[in-house]
């Protein structure tokens, strides 16, 4: 992740680290905050109105996480990105067919 620019549509192979869902402040709904990091850099997905994703989105899991990097106070993030988790016995071909798609 530490090649991540502005901008750019970039697929990162991450573990999620936390979770996190709140109110949105001036509008109805709900915003959920997946905090992801291939061990060296952090990077948020925020995702809005789909809470439902924090029970599948647990800390420990890993996958590959794809959208355009944005900066919001200071931190990239994806909005709203597209996301396959990874089992444990996953191969490297799992990898590679998601970021062709």
Same mark, same amino acid.
């Given at each position: 992740? /530490?090649?991540?620019?502005?901008?750019?549509? @970039? #697929?990162v192979l991450a %573990?999620?680290? $936390? @979770?996190?869902?709140? #109110?949105?402040?001036?509008?109805?709904g709900t915003i959920?905050?997946?905090?992801? #990091?291939?061990?060296?850099?952090?990077?948020?997905?925020?995702?809005?109105? %789909? @809470?439902?994703?924090?029970?599948?989105?647990?800390?420990?899991?890993?996958?590959? +996480? @794809?959208?355009?990097?944005?900066? +919001? $106070?200071?931190?990239? %993030?994806?909005?709203?990105?597209?996301? %396959?988790?990874? !089992?444990?016995?996953?191969?490297?071909? #799992?990898?590679? !067919? +998601? /970021?062709?798609?």
């Amino acid at each position: 992740m /530490a090649g991540l620019e502005l901008g750019e549509h @970039a #697929t990162v192979l991450a %573990q999620v680290e $936390r @979770a996190s869902k709140r #109110t949105m402040r001036n509008r109805r709904g709900t915003i959920l905050e997946v905090r992801i #990091t291939d061990g060296h850099r952090p990077l948020t997905c925020t995702f809005f109105n %789909q @809470a439902w994703r924090e029970r599948e989105l647990l800390p420990g899991r890993r996958g590959l +996480f @794809a959208g355009k990097v944005n900066a +919001f $106070r200071g931190n990239l %993030q994806l909005l709203n990105p597209e996301y %396959q988790l990874l !089992d444990e016995d996953s191969d490297e071909s #799992t990898v590679e !067919d +998601f /970021a062709k798609n």
